[in-house]
């Protein structure tokens, strides 16, 4: 059989922040534990990749965790993934390149 347990807050309805657990008592009653909404992993501004070494957790909680579980020590550290700084210190390299190249052929078309 078994038994009912009845909330414990005034929010009587079965919503995503109204989930529970039954609980039993070291006094053999059942009793509600409320939980947590689960956080989700940091991702990434430009591909969508959830960032690896980066702590799942709700905003609130990421108020009080240390500074090494909410970055990564590189640059764009806790905003992009390793793959796309990457790619922007590629294509950075390349554009300088490319503006090198021009400034060298209007130097030797002048001459």
Known sequence: MVQRVTYRRRLSYNTRSNKFKIVKTPGARLVISYLKKKGSVPKCGDCGSQLAGLKAS????????SRRHKTVTRAYGGSRCGKCVRQRIVRAFLIEERDIAKRLLKSAHKK
């Open 58 to 65: 709700r905003p609130y909680a990421l108020k009080r965790l």
